[in-house]
């Protein structure tokens, strides 16, 4: 697919872990992004979004203060900074991308999505 997640794994609570998704071309540079995650037994959620520019990013509550979304686009990547992970931050961790500019929290209104990465937070 167009976006490819990287940089999940297992990491002890109050750990650092640092999501890459890359996508596959200039088109993408236009769009806005976010990141969602999705625990065993329960929905998928939004977590951080990022307009194209990298001007506009908001985090909902439950990460903000601990996780940074960023994203390069010389580089063709968007990052996803993971700090002083709770157990709790355990999921499935996926990539997506809008076909307009400007930010949002609905998964709804992504076109496309990553494969997903595992993050598991021990405690």
């Known amino acids: 697919g167009p976006l490819v997640e990287s940089g999940g794994g297992l990491v002890q609570a109050g750990g650092s872990l640092r999501l890459s998704c890359a996508h596959s071309?200039?088109?993408?540079?236009?769009?806005?992004m976010g990141w969602f995650r999705q625990a065993p037994g329960k929905e998928r959620e939004f977590v951080a979004t990022?307009?194209?520019?990298?001007?506009?990013?908001y985090t909902t509550d439950s990460v903000r203060g601990r996780f940074t979304i960023s994203r390069d686009n010389a580089k063709n990547t968007m990052s996803l900074q993971m700090n002083s992970l709770k157990p709790e931050d355990t999921a499935v961790y996926y990539c997506?991308?809008?076909?307009?500019?400007?930010?949002?929290?609905?998964?709804?209104?992504?076109?496309?999505w990553g494969q997903g990465t595992q993050v598991s937070v021990s405690s």
């Open positions: 997506a991308a809008r076909s307009t500019g400007g930010v949002s929290y609905l998964a709804g209104t992504y076109a496309y």
């Open positions: 071309g200039r088109t993408f540079n236009s769009y806005a």
């Open positions: 990022i307009n194209w520019s990298g001007t506009d990013t």
